[in-house]
């Protein structure tokens, strides 16, 4: 009886029978996988797991309770989250089975890390520790420091990190564990992660959105996710959605998301019911990937998904003071908050503990654990899931191709992400199996679609397209796609992150959660920052953590030329969100033409560990600089335009500065303008392709030293900034720098609606008739030709504004950028 | 045949067979429930709908069409998305049927609010346009400032905004309809919002879990949300996953979500089967309200959804240069897109436009509609959709209770959100229907659960709470949660958002975009904002929206006291997403105890159209101010604290500020160390409360003159600023104020783990021993007495600093925060 329809009080059809249709069936197996031994042994395991994960949140002392625990046994302050730590167990326990049984290549990924002991403590059964870390030894000495540093400075913290070996994925922030998890599998065809995602978790967006991961898996070419929804029905102190809806809702919600749906619930035989329902899962999987890898790809292929329902807390205690414990919100976090004061809890605590008979399953003089517990451990190191090649550095080197080839002519008008779509077709061509691009917005808007002439989009649901393989991902969720990258950046590839500007600000939180994940696992890397200071609160070295790609964002589609779709999709707010990250991390590059994209890119897909945020134009603009030009201008991060200044720049009056490709332009017309209205005015133009040499002196690595700061921004000339993101920022990163009091930060204002590009560039103050004023009023301050009419001037460059606002109001569209062409005069 | 049960052969059940029992039923109907006549001219009001939305996307001139096109009556610029249109107007002129039919108050909320031409043509014909914009008279010249103006400067922008009468969603970021609309239904027990989600939407997370949101909504109390999910198949360039699945799948889908599923898709009769459907919809949501409103509410009530599947760029042309263009991506935006230059285009786009024989439906001189196309228009004004109180603003003004009886004595101790607890318990007493909690943490976590005192969760999937109305929502999704309070606030009533300060982030753009709605709903308070310059780019006045109430944030739980939680819990970055919002809508305040939060929580709810955000602890800290005391404190924004200074503050060597509880606190303990450890350093004690008095002048209506600047932070001591947030923002935010050079900010700077409350002070820089360490850096630039041994006492502080943070790695645990309690000396 393979399955069962639900609602029909009939014996129910065999799945077989409804060929080609998605019914709602609840899946029915037989429960008889395991011998009596294999039973006793996988229940010995989860049962010392308790142990340890209860003992981790309690006891300071007295780790094993070899004497009647006392109140000073008891930590200062209870700290861990005890309720998901059961089915955590029980589900790390059957893993290993299948693990050993199929001699798999397996990940789990913990969507509630809160449940950190419930994890830790199986890492240390198996011995992944101290491979790692070696004070944790799988001794007593070991199991001591586990349990009583956890949570604890110097012990591991309270939550899943990279800290926690064979981990990739925090669990912090809810949401993200699912798309992590399809990241992961993508391009490992011997790969099955295990993902864990509680019933909290499941309630949000992110994860709700997620379960349609599959339809971007290639069975051919990827490995497979056994998702495990943990349904234990509570959160802090309510119901859960997911624990409120019954079986046909659940199944009917899954099937339609695309599910083969079973309930692992038999709590008299949960062990038969766990290894039964991963060997079906298992079997499901290989039965699609078999058909896709011999040709026979299954349409719309149903893969599979456990649902765990077991109590909150099981195998706590069942109550104290009257109110339910296990199965209650109570077992959230600390079941027995008050042990260490209160005698009934005390005892509770006591005889909780000793349910679980430690002395059967540990050797409690050495602290060894007997071997039978350690039946379905793998004897590789690296099949066993705290010690994965794959979740702990396993990178491989992108193979970047020579971009000059594809560079545009000096002088010529091209469009940065036309370019840098070509330069990404043949980093796709070079690393067929290790480089991907996660797209919200479809390439095609954003101009990145010459990658299509090499690959496809792999969306599997398509039966028309019928997808087979394919680099590139586009589905409307910036969740999906930011977690798809995390999951295949962590397990050693490269990918891209193209997107609409404004809405890479949806991912901000997961970009930062990320980067906190990175911090932690590069701990040398992070710790030789320039603004580290001193007394750092990480426990755990992590050097055993290889290096990773970086996280590479294309930003375009900028609210420079977002003037058609207006107000909404004019945001540029992803810059701050990485200027807070940690210095050593955090990459911000505006590069002002198609060259010093390319260059930029080909940097930042080759460079390791960082945040790269790449912000440029879709549209055709003027290429400043050849080839070689853009490669140095690239590592300086900030020149001075020679060809665009008077005199070249030497001895300026006024400094104008272009961040941004649309800002900079303006700042080249103010410049031509001013050659032409105002000759006596002594122009430096600069233009800042890194934004991280602005900041202070050792404020990050790349920021210039205060001598050759001045050498570019003078030391006492008036500095007009023309930014792209938005002024506070740009105040904020040069605080600090000479006199700041003679600079001036434009940009953008929160001024926008459909428009024109120009009336953008208005509106906001940055047009190049802003620019030139302020070089007048700057200028006027040395220079005295300048100030002798300097305000007829500015009333001439405003009142050009104002007519060319109303050129675009009564004539119903404006001037289409450029106005002025301003050659490269070289 | 009321329902078909899907995947089985044999005729199905009734659905009342399957009592209590959610079964994947598909919904059939009889399909006669229009007259000829009313067919007729529904459709005909359909056709005049279409062909206005082509012309504004095509004609500049020669709107009606009345003489052959020609390349100059094309716009310059063609702008616009026909794709999702005809299903706009579809839906628009049936919803006119059932609110006529029914005498409803309704609300449509639009997804893809990039079908702006499909909103605005049915805006003209109903005559909703110049009830509030003048110029748009239903009449030829308004028909043709309309069809011109639109996407230029002057016109109706390219996206359903603020200037749209009726709407209350923009729908520019994707994902967010679904919610609005749900808020905005709750305690408005007879309004029906219809919300149209397009296929793309329906990818996005948020969209994924909104459809939980009638879980939360009692139809005793609230109206009813009456979904159309838009299939029509594709996206810019590429199939979406609901244009993928098929009737089963997306069945199966929604019934799991617990919704009743009917799909609209005949399209030899699809205004049969959409009227149809709507009185269908309709009458099953009276059926569950009249039930609920009976005493006898049903159980999991399954509300309707409807699902519409229509050809992308239905009636529009057939296809062009051998491409199909209706039913295809090609139709996503300007179908003929170079009917400017091109001939073939410009003949398809004639024949297109003629097909709709507009001369039958509109008089062609005078551009009046004829009026049997307006036969389902509400005779009532604000019974159209364009004109409802509900969406032009119907503020229910928030009675405030006094929240000085709540105050705690000055030098006890007291948890911020215990104290604003017992506030928001008097709020919900006094405001019974028109206040809510909207909380993706649990309030009981965050420690406001006081509320429950008098109000419950309002959870109706929990059969066992059987919950009955309830101010509080508690679903783990801060989208859910953000989107619920935007409809809800847009609609008039007042809300409050209460997170994790870590998790609020997730919201960012969100909140980005409802302030970009709100800037545009009231021009004048945003053009008055002292940053204002020039050329504003909205083009018309939206005087006629009215006021409306905050959106209320409380950050809690913050990285401060996430030292249980661990570094996933620790990010402040929500402040900064404030700050970069119009100076006029934005505020951020950081109250230093229970009783300014409570003045500063009184004064949010009361304001108007901002952008609150309050950022306090949870955990109890000290009372520094009396109520009185409190209250002329959080007026002034900032004081100095004369019983935390030497002397008062008077003539100060260095000047320390406190900005946030925890922060603060350290200032207090560090001059505190300091009376005692370098008693000739004279320190002023400063702390701040509103952010926004720090911008320099004018940058904020906040914003201190220089001249009170000053006053404070005297003219050129060294400040030492220890701020909540990350500096880089205080940075932003102090430049350009007098002498930013002796300006020292620390902050939150990305360290931490589980650890204890005051590792993450050491760790970050902004422990009382750093503070002081500063103080006596700064204060030996001015005071000889201090200089002569200030490098013995920085010797010292920095070496306490390291002792405290040895002690607890060493004894795994740290000293719980206090040390020092330093009582205010009144």
């Known amino acids: 009886m393979p399955a069962q329809l639900l609602s029909q009080p009939n014996p129910p059809p065999d799945a077989s029978q409804l060929p080609g249709v998605l019914g709602v069936l609840k899946i029915m197996l037989d429960l008889n996988v395991l011998s009596s031994d294999e039973l006793k042994d996988i229940q010995d395991f989860r049962r010392a797991a308790n142990f340890i994960a209860a003992a981790m949140i309690f006891l300071k002392d007295n780790v094993l309770v070899e004497r009647n625990i006392t109140h000073n046994d008891i930590k200062n302050r209870l700290l861990g989250h005890w309720g998901t730590c059961p089915g955590l167990t029980l589900i790390y326990a059957h893993l290993n089975r299948l693990i050993l049984k199929n001699d798999l290549e397996?990940?789990?990924?913990?969507?509630?890390?809160?449940?950190?002991?419930?994890?830790?403590?199986?890492?240390?059964?198996?011995?992944?520790?101290?491979?790692?870390?070696?004070?944790?030894?799988?001794?007593?000495?070991?199991?001591?420091?586990?349990?009583?540093?956890?949570?604890?400075?110097?012990?591991?913290?309270?939550?899943?990190?990279?800290?926690?070996?064979?981990?990739?994925?925090?669990?912090?922030?809810?949401?993200?564990?699912?798309?992590?998890?399809?990241?992961?599998?993508?391009?490992?065809?011997?790969?099955?992660?295990?993902?864990?995602?509680?019933?909290?978790?499941?309630?949000?967006?992110?994860?709700?959105?997620?379960?349609?991961?599959?339809?971007?898996?290639?069975?051919?070419?990827?490995?497979?996710?056994?998702?495990?929804?943990?349904?234990?029905?509570?959160?802090?102190?309510?119901?859960?959605?997911?624990?409120?809806?019954?079986?046909?809702?659940?199944?009917?919600?899954?099937?339609?998301?695309?599910?083969?749906?079973?309930?692992?619930?038999?709590?008299?035989?949960?062990?038969?019911?766990?290894?039964?329902?991963?060997?079906?899962?298992?079997?499901?999987?290989?039965?699609?990937?078999?058909?896709?890898?011999?040709?026979?790809?299954?349409?719309?292929?149903?893969?599979?998904?456990?649902?765990?329902?077991?109590?909150?807390?099981?195998?706590?205690?069942?109550?104290?003071?009257?109110?339910?414990?296990?199965?209650?919100?109570?077992?959230?976090?600390?079941?027995?908050?008050?042990?260490?004061?209160?005698?009934?809890?005390?005892?509770?605590?006591?005889?909780?503990?000793?349910?679980?008979?430690?002395?059967?399953?540990?050797?409690?003089?050495?602290?060894?654990?007997?071997?039978?517990?350690?039946?379905?451990?793998?004897?590789?190191?690296e099949k066993r899931l705290g010690q994965s090649n794959k979740a702990n550095g396993d990178y491989n080197t992108l193979i970047t191709p020579d971009w000059e080839p594809l560079a545009a002519e000096k002088g010529t008008q091209e469009s940065c992400m036309k370019s840098i779509g070509k330069f990404l077709l043949e980093v796709i061509k070079g690393n067929p199996n290790t480089f991907r691009i996660f797209s919200p917005d479809e390439l095609v808007s954003n101009k990145l679609d010459a990658v299509f002439n090499e690959t496809g989009r792999n969306f599997q649901w398509d039966s028309a397209a019928r997808a087979q393989g394919g680099r590139v991902i586009e589905i409307l969720s910036e969740h999906t796609c930011q977690g798809m990258m995390q999951g295949y950046t962590l397990t050693g590839r490269t990918a891209l992150f193209p997107s609409y500007e404004a809405f890479l600000g949806i991912v901000h939180t997961m970009m930062v959660q990320y980067s906190k994940f990175v911090k932690i696992a590069s701990p040398g890397f992070c710790l030789s920052s320039p603004t580290s200071t001193h007394l750092y609160p990480q426990a755990h070295e992590t050097k055993w953590r290889k290096d990773i790609g970086s996280l590479n964002y294309v930003e375009t589609s900028t609210w420079a030329r977002q003037e058609h779709n207006g107000f909404s999709h004019q945001n540029p707010s992803f810059i701050g969100a990485v200027l807070n990250l940690k210095p050593a991390l955090a990459r911000v590059y505006l590069p002002p033409d198609s060259n010093c994209f390319l260059s930029t890119i080909a940097h930042c897909l080759r460079a390791k560990n960082y945040i790269n945020l790449m912000v440029g134009s879709k549209q055709p603009t003027p290429v400043w600089l050849s080839p070689k030009e853009a490669n140095a201008h690239c590592i300086a991060g900030a020149s001075i335009w020679k060809f665009a200044s008077t005199d070249e720049g030497i001895n300026p009056d006024v400094v104008l500065?272009?961040?941004?490709?649309?800002?900079?332009?303006?700042?080249?017309?103010?410049?031509?303008?001013l050659r032409k209205e105002v000759p006596a005015l002594r122009v430096r133009v600069v233009n800042v392709t890194d934004l991280m040499i602005l900041g202070p002196e050792k404020s990050h690595p790349h920021a210039l030293m205060d001598s050759d700061f001045v050498s570019i921004f003078t030391k006492d000339r008036v500095v007009q900034f023309n930014y792209h993101g938005y002024p506070n920022e740009l105040r904020g990163l040069l605080f600090g720098r000479p006199r700041t009091d003679r600079m001036h930060i434009s940009g953008y204002n929160e001024e926008g609606t459909t428009t024109t590009p120009f009336i953008m560039m208005l509106s906001n103050g940055v047009s190049r008739f802003d620019v030139a004023a302020a070089a007048v009023r700057g200028g006027a301050l040395v220079n005295e030709k300048v100030a002798v009419d300097a305000h007829i001037k500015i009333g001439v460059f405003m009142h050009r504004a104002q007519k060319a606002k109303d050129y675009a109001f009564e004539h119903g569209q404006g001037w289409f950028f450029l106005l002025i062409f301003v050659l490269p005069r070289t």
């Not at 079973?262 to 329902?277: K, P, T, W």
């Not at 500065?657 to 303008?673: D, R």
Request: with cysteine.
């Open 657 to 673: 500065v272009g961040i941004g490709v649309e800002l900079t332009f303006e700042v080249i017309a103010a410049a031509a303008l």
């Open 106 to 381: 397996a990940l789990l990924i913990v969507g509630p890390g809160h449940g950190a002991p419930g994890i830790l403590s199986c890492l240390w059964l198996e011995d992944s520790l101290s491979a790692f870390i070696p004070q944790y030894s799988r001794d007593k000495v070991g199991l001591t420091r586990l349990i009583s540093g956890f949570s604890t400075p110097g012990g591991f913290p309270s939550h899943i990190n990279a800290e926690t070996p064979g981990s990739i994925h925090e669990g912090g922030e809810l949401g993200y564990a699912l798309s992590v998890a399809f990241g992961a599998v993508m391009d490992n065809p011997n790969l099955i992660v295990a993902c864990v995602v509680g019933d909290g978790e499941a309630e949000t967006g992110p994860t709700a959105t997620a379960w349609h991961g599959y339809k971007y898996i290639d069975p051919a070419e990827s490995g497979a996710v056994i998702p495990i929804v943990h349904v234990n029905g509570f959160k802090i102190s309510e119901r859960t959605i997911y624990g409120t809806m019954d079986d046909l809702e659940i199944c009917s919600l899954f099937s339609g998301y695309g599910y083969q749906v079973r309930f692992v619930e038999d709590l008299n035989n949960i062990d038969q019911d766990m290894a039964a329902s991963l060997d079906w899962a298992f079997s499901e999987i290989k039965k699609i990937q078999s058909a896709a890898r011999t040709g026979q790809p299954v349409l719309k292929a149903r893969w599979p998904v456990l649902i765990l329902r077991t109590p909150k807390g099981w195998t706590g205690p069942k109550s104290i003071h009257g109110e339910y414990i296990e199965g209650s919100f109570h077992s959230h976090q600390v079941p027995l908050p008050k042990a260490k004061v209160d005698a009934d809890e005390l005892n509770a605590l006591q005889a909780w503990l000793d349910s679980y008979n430690i002395s059967e399953l540990i050797d409690i003089p050495t602290g060894t654990p007997f071997k039978n517990i350690l039946r379905f451990v793998p004897s590789t190191p």
